[in-house]
T-cell receptor
Framework: GDSVTQMEGPVTLSEEAFLTINCTYTATGYPSLFWYVQYPGEGLQLLLKATKADDKGSNKGFEATYRKETTSFHLEKGSVQVSDSAVYFCALSRAGAQKLVFGQGTRLTINP | GAGVSQSPRYKVAKRGQDVALRCDPISGHVSLFWYQQALGQGPEFLTYFQNEAQLDKSGLPSDRFFAERPEGSVSTLKIQRTQQEDSAVYLC????????????FGPGTRLTVL
């Protein structure tokens, strides 16, 4: 069945550091890929998405590129801020299946 | 109030009790989803509605779990004879169309079964 594997956390970085959170997937066909973020005390929010191979999703300085050849969708940010501290979830959805399949989440803490 | 709302936000139940969790989706959203999120894990799919039709209930863990959306808007997730393993955050999400589309999540209901 479909599955998503994320880099295990927790991840702790200093402000202005470069961030990568790895995500790989297994799915039949060509799924859409998503990154969701959960800030402390808040609900899940969509951060970015990509719907086909080689698409790049971007938002709030975060980027992720849909790599079909490596079945990956790694999240990157060039300079993190304290306000980026949150739990990040990689997810996929297949056309016709509708539901989201999530990874286990990566907790990110940014220290000033 | 444009977002997805859920009630109650917190629910404590004694083992064996029945509970009902409510979801109000974004107005006009066709699709509605329920997910279960155990502590420290990612959300797991439970069931999916398109308007009032329940099109996928493959994720419901047992016949103690039942969901409905009778008028194609508000949805209720009911858990009968709750067990300790049912303790989790229950998330509701809605989306505006039939295709693969952005799902907007509510704040969740944290269920604790004693």
């Amino acid at each position: 069945g479909d599955s998503v594997t994320q880099m295990e956390g927790p991840v702790t970085l200093s402000e202005e550091a470069f961030l990568t959170i790895n995500c790989t997937y297994t799915a039949t066909g060509y799924p859409s890929l998503f990154w969701y973020v959960q800030y402390p005390g808040e609900g899940l929010q969509l951060l970015l998405k990509a719907t086909k191979a080689d698409d790049k999703g971007s938002n709030k300085g975060f980027e992720a590129t849909y790599r079909k050849e490596t079945t990956s969708f790694h999240l990157e940010k060039g300079s993190v801020q304290v306000s980026d501290s949150a739990v990040y979830f990689c997810a996929l959805s297949r056309a016709g299946a509708q539901k989201l399949v999530f990874g286990q989440g990566t907790r990110l803490t940014i220290n000033p | 109030g444009a977002g997805v709302s859920q009630s109650p936000r917190y629910k404590v139940a004694k083992r064996g009790q029945d509970v009902a969790l409510r979801c109000d989706p974004i107005s006009g959203h066709v699709s509605l989803f329920w997910y279960q999120q155990a502590l420290g894990q990612g959300p797991e799919f439970l069931t999916y509605f398109q308007n009032e039709a329940q099109l996928d209930k493959s994720g419901l863990p047992s016949d103690r779990f039942f969901a409905e959306r009778p008028e194609g808007s508000v949805s209720t997730l009911k858990i009968q004879r709750t067990q300790q393993e049912d303790s989790a955050v229950y998330l509701c999400a809605s989306s505006s169309s039939w295709g693969v589309d952005t799902q907007y999540f509510g704040p969740g209901t944290r269920l604790t079964v004693l």
